[in-house]
Each structure stands twice: as C-alpha cells, then as structure tokens.
C-alpha cells in the first residue's frame, strides 16, 4: 500500500517529465527557483538522519541547502543535472526512511513544472495527486499505516483524498483488510 502511494506520485512525475523535456528545449533560458526547497530540505535534515546523510554525501546540495539565496534562479539544465546525478542514489529503495529523500527529490521536479506557466494543466493533474499524498504522507509511514488503514486515516476526508490515490484493485484490497480487522 505504501509502495503504492509513492509510486503514484512517482508517476505522475515522470509523466509529467516528458513535458517539462519538451519546455526545457524550447525555453533554454529560464530559471527554476529552488529556494523553498533548500529551506524545507534544511529544516526536514535536522530530523531525519537518511536525508541529513544523503546532503552531506553531495556537494552541491551541501552548497545549495547551505546558502539557499543559491538556489533562487538557477537553469533549468543545472537543475535537471542536480535531479539526474542524485535520483539514481535512492532508486530501488522502498523503506519508509528513505521517504523525505525521494519526497526532496519529487519536489526538486515539482519547481521544474513550476518554472513553466505554460504547463499550467500539467500543474493541474499533478496538485491532484501530489496534494492528497502530502495531507497522508505522515500517515503511511512505517508504524502507522496499518492502524490508519483500519481507521480510514482517522477522518473521513483524509480517508477520500487517500482512495483517490488508490487504484480499484488496491482499494478492494484495503476494504477486505478492513473488514477483516473490523471481524476480528
């Protein structure tokens, strides 16, 4: 289930990514602004030691994060550059630690999508996975999941943006689940 989430997000991204390539070549001369990224990136490091690690193991995120007015108005190809040579670090890995670094990486592309107005449809579609993902994100993590599965997430609102995330056979899944539990 959690997999599931995240792959979701994930691609909806790449979907995304194509049309951003597309921008990228017929625009060469925009910035995208990193900024919030690198403060929320500095913030988040403080309490997770995965993605406090993964920034100390890169230079020019040490660099960026460290001086976040860096990150302002940098070129669409520098960023693409930085999300090609850090993304490969953390494929394949599925624990609920490596969470905040693949949701750093994810909201590194979100600003590329942001750079471009045009895209503005592209924007559209990914708010309406990326939105839900992050009211529920604290709730899937290692620990909880189970538990905010058997509740609905513990509001009814919580619980319809996460179905919206879920395909018909995972929520099939998860209703079985939790009438199982609901039984026992």
Do not use: C
């Not at 990228?24 to 001369?29: A, C, D, L, S, V």
């Not at 670094?101 to 590329?112: E, R, V």
Request: aromatic share 8%; proline share 4%; net charge positive.
């Amino acid at each position: 289930v959690r997999e599931s989430f995240q792959n979701k997000r994930i691609e909806a991204i790449n979907r995304f990514g194509d049309d951003l390539k597309s921008y990228t070549e017929q625009y060469p001369n925009r910035s995208v602004s990193l900024f919030d990224v690198m403060n929320e990136a500095k913030s988040t490091s403080l309490y997770d030691d995965k993605l406090n690690g993964f920034i100390k193991g890169n230079e020019q995120l040490r660099k960026l994060i460290d001086n976040p007015e860096m990150a302002k108005e940098m070129p669409v190809g520098e960023v693409q550059t930085l999300i090609n040579k850090i993304s490969p670090k953390i494929q394949g890995k599925y624990g609920a630690d490596w969470l905040e670094i693949k949701d750093f990486i994810h909201d590194i592309k979100a600003s590329q999508l942001d750079a471009f107005p045009e895209m503005a449809h592209t924007r559209e579609a990914y708010a309406k996975i990326a939105e839900p993902y992050r009211l529920i994100k604290s709730k899937i993590k290692e620990g909880s999941l189970l538990k905010n599965l058997a509740t609905k997430f513990g509001d009814p609102e919580l619980n319809q943006r996460a179905e919206s995330l879920m395909s018909k056979d995972l929520k099939s899944d998860v209703d079985s689940y939790r009438r199982t539990k609901q039984t026992l």
